[in-house]
């Protein structure tokens, strides 16, 4: 299975459906209710906050692993 992350905008709403838009990513790493994710494929990095039910849920690209 190929991955689309070249054709998803740099910040997109995701609100409790992470592993639907993403279902081929790996946790990284987590920090201050953020989870680093990255595609098994083509190896994107993405910055997901942790799902709350008071807050919108956003997935960033990034292009860089360190300080994150």
Do not use: G, S
């Amino acid at each position: 299975m190929k991955c689309n992350c070249r054709d998803q905008p740099a910040t997109q709403r995701v609100d409790r459906m992470i592993r639907q838009l993403f279902p081929e990513f790996d946790y990284v790493d987590t920090a201050n209710w953020k989870a680093l994710l990255r595609c098994r494929h083509c190896a994107q990095l993405w910055a997901v906050d942790e799902w709350d039910k008071y807050q919108i849920q956003l997935a960033v690209k990034i292009t860089d692993e360190v300080d994150w």
